[in-house]
């Protein structure tokens, strides 16, 4: 007796079924961008943006009837520059016609693009946490709570008060949060608020500041050591990053007609730049 199977039947059985719904890849979230300064350069003729700060004089103690020299008035600036980053995927024919998702895959293709590009923002403005004048932690120890408290602590020091984030490498943050388990009740009662979103970045608060988690940190000390950081972010003043925006996320498309492809291009144009040294504060602790 002929039976009829899948062998037989090759050409209308799938080799096997592919759920359209596709798993998202591994990707950083964006966690930095929105504490930082920004100067807006979109249409204004220039790649070039300015932040001006004041330079701070004293008082001085005079006599009755002694004159007062004039103190001039000065202020200085950082100059952040745009430079252009940019995506781009090349799509056969074939890939569209033959695969599931079939047109749909452009609209993965363009939230895909802008996605890598935020965290390409991200990634340059943790290159900066490690850069601070002002430093805590001790290479080859991971981070401890009193690292952590001698960060704002420091940022008081250096005269610069208001809104703060702890930026942690995720290394720190594992360190961070294993210190809070073993702590005391005082400690997590007094000066911790544990998230209670599960497993996200952001890692609640530590003496009232928020702290966040993120892998896009650069390492220190020769890839001993990882560098986060604690940042002002007020956005008229003290702020410790910047950065300027000269063009948004631009989606282009073109054929190759030789290959049967269409190409997708996704650009943008951003700087990012350090705009007061003693506004920020290094974590560099155990990689």
Request: proline share 1%; charged share 20%; net charge negative.
């Amino acid at each position: 007796m002929a039976v009829s199977t899948v062998t037989t039947l090759t050409e209308l059985v799938n080799a096997e079924w592919i759920n359209d719904a596709v798993l998202d890849y591994a990707m950083d979230v964006v966690c930095i961008a929105p504490y930082v300064n920004m100067v807006d350069l979109r249409g204004k003729s220039s790649s070039v943006a300015s932040f001006v700060k004041w330079v701070g004089d004293t008082a001085t103690d005079r006599g009755e009837t002694d004159d007062l020299a004039a103190e001039t008035l000065e202020t200085e600036q950082v100059q952040c520059t745009a430079a252009e980053c940019g995506v781009r995927r090349d799509i056969t024919d074939h890939a569209l016609e033959d695969g599931i998702l079939g047109s749909r895959l452009f609209d993965f293709i363009v939230k895909d693009s802008a996605t890598l590009l935020a965290v390409s923002l991200d990634d340059d403005l943790a290159a900066l946490l490690g850069g601070f004048s002002t430093t805590v932690g001790t290479s080859g120890a991971g981070l401890s709570l009193p690292n952590m408290a001698e960060a704002a602590s420091n940022l008081r020091k250096n005269r610069k008060r208001g809104e703060c984030v702890y930026i942690l490498d995720d290394q720190q943050a594992e360190d961070y949060q294993a210190a809070l388990i073993a702590s005391t009740s005082t400690t997590i009662n007094s000066y911790s608020t544990p998230s209670a979103t599960g497993n996200s970045d952001y890692l609640g608060t530590f003496m009232g500041i928020d702290v966040f988690s993120t892998s896009l940190t650069d390492t220190a000390n020769s890839g001993a050591d990882v560098a986060g950081g604690l940042i002002i972010h007020n956005p008229l003043s003290s702020a410790a990053l910047g950065m300027c925006l000269a063009r948004d996320v631009r989606i282009e498309y073109d054929r190759d007609i030789h290959n049967r492809t269409t190409l997708v291009v996704a650009t943008a144009r951003w700087g990012v730049a350090e705009i007061a040294d003693l506004s920020g504060v290094s974590i560099i602790t155990d990689a």
